[in-house]
């Protein structure tokens, strides 16, 4: 079963350039690849970030956009989104009791979970007793499935000053329970615009390109009007091969873009 992950897609309305590359540009360009190549593929993921503030202008062209996907998505929010203004654009993606933008969906035989990690006026994520609930419920609806846990916020740090005081702050409630589900086969995050893979409570995980562009891969400044970036990262997106026993493997790719 094959699938493809977005994330950090960052749309803004079309009169607003303020961050460059034009992020509907560079999105535009990666579903022309994932239509010209990846038409095979069965599901779209993808991880947060849709909109850089959340306005129901920028929603509106994320939408236009990722409508000439010729594949279906599934999506959850990031720091940036607005959850309101998110489940007004995107009606059809499931939310739990609670109002949270979580589900699971099962793609090739594998479990496909999706959770909302976004505090609202925060750049950092958490899980909440609620969301901590919902998961656990979740696991335990599908214990002999391969699941693959996706959110837009890492619960660790990866030794990037900037983006590691903005990570997750739910990482040991969260790690408890995924080492108390064995079938949680892998991690997928957004968040740091770089691709970056490891092990995490012995799962191995997976960080996103952004489709708009990278992050500096800057080890020493955390202040964003410090960050050093020596070597920009181009748009990129995720080609990933999954078997019905949680097996994994998983391509990066890059457009090339004026940056």
Same mark, same amino acid.
């Given at each position: 079963?094959?699938?493809?992950? *977005?994330? /950090?897609?960052? =749309?803004?309305?079309?009169?607003?350039?303020?961050? %460059?590359?034009?992020? @509907? $540009?560079?999105?535009?360009?990666?579903?022309?690849?994932?239509?010209?190549?990846?038409?095979?593929?069965?599901?779209?993921?993808?991880?947060?970030?849709?909109?850089?503030?959340?306005?129901?202008?920028?929603?509106?062209?994320?939408?236009?956009? *990722?409508? /000439?996907?010729? =594949?279906?998505?599934?999506?959850?929010?990031?720091? %940036?989104?607005?959850? @309101? $203004?998110?489940?007004?654009?995107?009606?059809?993606?499931?939310?739990?009791?609670?109002?949270?933008?979580?589900?699971?969906?099962?793609?090739?035989?594998?479990?496909?979970?999706?959770?909302?990690?976004?505090?609202?006026?925060?750049?950092?994520?958490?899980?909440?007793?609620?969301?901590?609930?919902?998961?656990?419920?979740?696991?335990?609806?599908?214990?002999?499935?391969?699941?693959?846990?996706?959110?837009?916020?890492?619960?660790?740090?990866?030794?990037?000053?900037?983006?590691?005081?903005?990570?997750?702050?739910?990482?040991?409630?969260?790690?408890?329970?995924?080492?108390?589900?064995?079938?949680?086969?892998?991690?997928?995050?957004?968040?740091?615009?770089?691709?970056?893979?490891?092990?995490?409570?012995?799962?191995?995980?997976?960080?996103?390109?952004?489709?708009?562009?990278?992050?500096?891969?800057?080890?020493?400044?955390?202040?964003?009007?410090?960050?050093?970036?020596?070597?920009?990262?181009?748009?990129?997106?995720?080609?990933?091969?999954?078997?019905?026993?949680?097996?994994?493997?998983?391509?990066?790719?890059?457009?090339?873009?004026?940056?």
């Amino acid at each position: 079963m094959k699938f493809i992950h *977005l994330s /950090d897609t960052h =749309i803004l309305a079309r009169d607003d350039y303020s961050r %460059h590359p034009d992020a @509907a $540009a560079t999105l535009g360009k990666i579903i022309g690849e994932i239509n010209k190549y990846h038409r095979d593929a069965e599901i779209c993921v993808i991880t947060g970030d849709i909109t850089h503030h959340g306005h129901p202008e920028q929603y509106e062209q994320a939408i236009a956009i *990722l409508g /000439d996907l010729a =594949i279906p998505y599934i999506l959850i929010p990031g720091n %940036h989104d607005e959850r @309101a $203004a998110f489940k007004q654009a995107f009606p059809d993606t499931p939310v739990d009791e609670n109002g949270f933008i979580n589900h699971g969906h099962t793609f090739g035989g594998v479990r496909f979970v999706m959770m909302d990690s976004i505090v609202p006026g925060a750049h950092h994520g958490t899980l909440c007793q609620h969301r901590l609930d919902w998961l656990r419920n979740e696991l335990n609806a599908h214990q002999d499935m391969p699941t693959f846990l996706f959110m837009h916020h890492p619960p660790f740090e990866m030794g990037l000053p900037f983006m590691d005081t903005i990570r997750l702050d739910a990482d040991q409630k969260l790690g408890e329970i995924v080492t108390a589900n064995p079938q949680i086969k892998h991690l997928f995050f957004g968040h740091l615009h770089r691709p970056a893979t490891g092990t995490w409570q012995g799962v191995p995980f997976l960080l996103a390109a952004s489709t708009q562009c990278g992050e500096p891969l800057d080890f020493r400044h955390e202040k964003e009007e410090d960050l050093e970036d020596r070597n920009r990262l181009n748009p990129g997106y995720g080609i990933a091969f999954a078997d019905s026993t949680g097996g994994l493997r998983y391509h990066f790719d890059f457009i090339k873009f004026d940056l």
